[in-house]
């Protein structure tokens, strides 16, 4: 897999930031900075070639937006997923959460079109809305599903919250061969990982889960301390959260790890690489 140029993936997060500062200081469901943030992901995926749709829904009386990006080729009946919640809480612009892993997945994503990926595999990217209100998003695409199309999907890799500013390397255990394809980059590396267990149930691998589907995903941590422990071998800082701004205002552009957003961009493109075969 290629290396993801973290420099884009921070630009992506710099214009994300832009988007919210213009648009009243958030990108939450039902207001204008949500549509604005799909709509910047959706044009560049479709200036590089990607089948783009946009799902709206309603939930709680307001619209939200669902981006579903296709790349052409692949098998119809084996597909990969790879998402992130695009929406944020209303209390801020959701650069760590979850700028981190729209951007993550959008720089993989227009790394495919630029490798001219040709894999077994059918690939499939998405940027939720509403996760912040219940996972609304994510559950109204797999309840969308026609009949027979669940089984059709081998797998979601979720990223939400992939650049803590004190950032763990957690990998998602809930299916041994997604968790081994991350662990696998990460030890290459030698960089420690935990399982991760403060997501279960808590993000949009949760609507896929509960459809049958395997999942895997990355994660840096929210509002946990850093155990003394963790710091030894992660750096940081013992006795702080991962995310000291999580859902807060000051989840802004300078509550990011560039270190843990390149990892996890560069494990994220390894994984999409390695299991669309
Ligand atoms: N989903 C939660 C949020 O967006 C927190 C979380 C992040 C849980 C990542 C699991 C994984 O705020
Ligand atoms: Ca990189
Ligand atoms: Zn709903
Ligand atoms: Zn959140
Ligand atoms: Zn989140």
Known sequence: APDIPVGAV??????????SDDNGGNRAHGQPGHKASVDYVKAKLDAAGFETSLQEFTHGG???????????GGDPNQVLMAGAHIDS?????????????????LEVALAVAEADLKPTKHLRFAWWGAEEVGL??????????????????????????????NPGYFVYDSDPALE????????AKSIPTEASTETNGR????????????????????????????????????????????????????NISEEALDRNADALAHAVWELSG
């Open 10 to 19: 921070v630009q992506d997060l710099k214009d994300l930031q832009q988007i």
């Open 62 to 72: 307001a619209t939200g937006y669902n981006l579903i990006a296709d790349w052409p």
């Open 89 to 105: 809480v209303s209390d801020g612009s959701g650069i760590s959460d979850n700028g981190s892993g729209s951007a993550g997945v």
């Open 136 to 165: 609304a998003g994510s559950r109204h695409y797999v309840d969308g599903l026609a009949a027979g199309q669940a089984e059709t999907i081998d797998g979601y890799l979720n990223a939400d919250m992939i650049a803590s500013p």
């Open 180 to 187: 081994k394809v991350f662990t696998d980059w990460f030890s």
């Open 203 to 254: 993000s949009d691998h949760a609507s896929f889960q509960n459809a049958g589907i395997p999942v895997g995903g990355l994660f840096t941590g929210a509002g946990a301390t850093k155990t003394q422990e963790q710091a030894d071998k992660w750096g940081g800082t013992a006795g702080e959260s991962f995310d000291p701004c999580y859902h807060a205002s000051c989840d802004d552009l300078t």
